[in-house]
Each structure stands twice: as structure tokens, then as C-alpha cells.
T-cell receptor, first 113, second 114 residues
Framework: DTAVSQTPKYLVTQMGNDKSIKCEQN?????MYWYKQDSKKFLKIMFS???????INETVPNRFSPKSPDKAHLNLHINSLELGDSAVYFC????????????FGEGSRLTVL | GENVEQHPSTLSVQEGDSAVIKCTYS??????FPWYKQELGKRPQLIID?????GEKKDQRIAVTLNKTAKHFSLHITETQPEDSAVYFC?????????????FGKGITLSVRP
């Protein structure tokens, strides 16, 4: 059973399009995150949600809109895609309190042409 | 906010040798320091972590040391094997409830030469 699953794994799209990535976790965690990993491998936090509530928004452009319908799901919608959005997007989850393991999904590689 | 620096950015060792990866952090309130390993094309996975009330922790061939005064922590891998080749990330956070976040270093690529 996959603990944190994301779909799709690969996305290739044109500039200006809108795309979504879905994430689900079956670990019973109450905090979920989106991280962006660029070509230099840097892992940068974008958002975190706790029990469906936005907790962290790291000055991400408002073209990125996360949505959490329940504490097991955190989706990411991106409007008007730009070349610089090309990256691997990782969903992750852990228990609130911050001292537990962060479990990552397999990543969604987005390529904007 | 927290700033985590990791150095060197690449490291190459001979199989069987030891590897040491160092990180520094800026926020003295940080009290949780995990290390993640990311193999090529895979997700980052936790390999070991340490809390600020402990100075050292070992798990088989890997160990982590923490110096709170100097605000640095290190990962030690002994008897390296080719399967240890990966990108290693250090991270830091402080436990303040739901808004706690992990800040990652930029990663180091470890290559183990057979």
C-alpha cells in the first residue's frame, strides 16, 4: 500500500495552460505539504495544510492554488504555466508537532514547453 | 526564518571509506534535525534523525552528531558501499505545532567509487 500517492507522475504541457496534481495519504497524518524540487535538486517548501487549513504559504505566486478537501488529500492547481514552473513537485505528510518523519510521495515531474 | 547550509555540494569516496557530510543551521530554536536520502529518480526518504536533547545517534553504518553551541550537525557513513551513492539532504525544524516546517539544505551528491 502506497503511503503518499500523487498523480500524475509526469506532466508535459505548453506555457499558459492550467494543470492539477493530486495527492492522497493513508497514514492518518493531519499535516500535508507541497515541496518543489528544481533542476539543482533544491527542496523548497511551498505550502502546508493542517486538517484542511492552510498553515504555511511560502510566498508562492498566486497562480498556484492548493486545495485540501479533507485531511487525507491535498491537491495543487497551477494556472498560466510558465517555463520556470518546470520541476518535480513532491507531496508529503506527517503528524502535526513537527518531530516526526516526513513521508514523501513519488513526485510529479512537470515540464512546461 | 531558518537557513540550513550544507557542504560540500559533492563528495566522492572509495568504497569502504567513510563519508562525512556537514550542515549548519541559523535558528537556535530548531530542535529536530533529520537526514534524508534521495536516490536518482526516487523520493527523499528519512535515514536518521536527531533531537536537540541528544548529541549523537547511531544506526548501523550511519551516525549523526549535533553541536548546538556551534549550530552544526553532521552525517557519518562508515564502510561506504556503491548503494550509498545518492543525494543527501539535511534539514532542521522546531516543534511548534501544526505550523512547524522542515527547512532543507541544498543537498550533497555522494558518489561511492567501486
Amino acid at each position: 500500500d502506497t503511503a503518499v500517492s500523487q498523480t500524475p507522475k509526469y506532466l508535459v504541457t505548453q506555457m499558459g495552460n492550467d494543470k492539477s496534481i493530486k495527492c492522497e495519504q493513508n497514514l492518518g497524518h493531519d499535516t500535508m505539504y507541497w515541496y518543489k524540487q528544481d533542476s539543482k535538486k533544491f527542496l523548497k517548501i511551498m505550502f502546508s495544510y493542517n486538517n484542511k487549513e492552510l498553515i504555511i504559504n511560502e510566498t508562492v505566486p498566486n497562480r498556484f492554488s492548493p486545495k485540501s478537501p479533507d485531511k487525507a488529500h491535498l491537491n495543487l492547481h497551477i494556472n498560466s504555466l510558465e517555463l520556470g514552473d518546470s520541476a518535480v513537485y513532491f507531496c508529503a505528510s506527517r503528524l502535526a508537532g513537527g518531530a516526526g518523519e516526513l513521508f514523501f510521495g513519488e513526485g510529479s515531474r512537470l515540464t512546461v514547453l | 526564518g531558518e537557513n540550513v547550509e550544507q557542504h560540500p555540494s559533492t563528495l566522492s569516496v572509495q568504497e569502504g571509506d567513510s563519508a562525512v557530510i556537514k550542515c549548519t543551521y541559523s535558528d537556535s530554536a530548531s530542535n529536530y534535525f533529520p537526514w534524508y536520502k534521495q536516490e536518482l529518480g526516487k523520493r527523499p526518504q528519512l535515514i536518521i534523525d536527531i533531537r536537540s536533547n541528544v548529541g549523537e545517534k547511531k544506526d548501523q553504518r550511519i551516525a549523526v552528531t549535533l553541536n548546538k553551541t556551534a549550530k552544526h550537525f553532521s552525517l557519518h557513513i562508515t564502510e561506504t558501499q556503491p548503494e550509498d551513492s545518492a543525494v543527501y539532504f539535511c534539514a532542521a525544524s522546531h516543534n511548534t505545532g501544526a505550523n512547524s516546517k522542515l527547512t532543507f539544505g541544498k543537498g550533497i551528491t555522494l558518489s561511492v567509487r567501486p
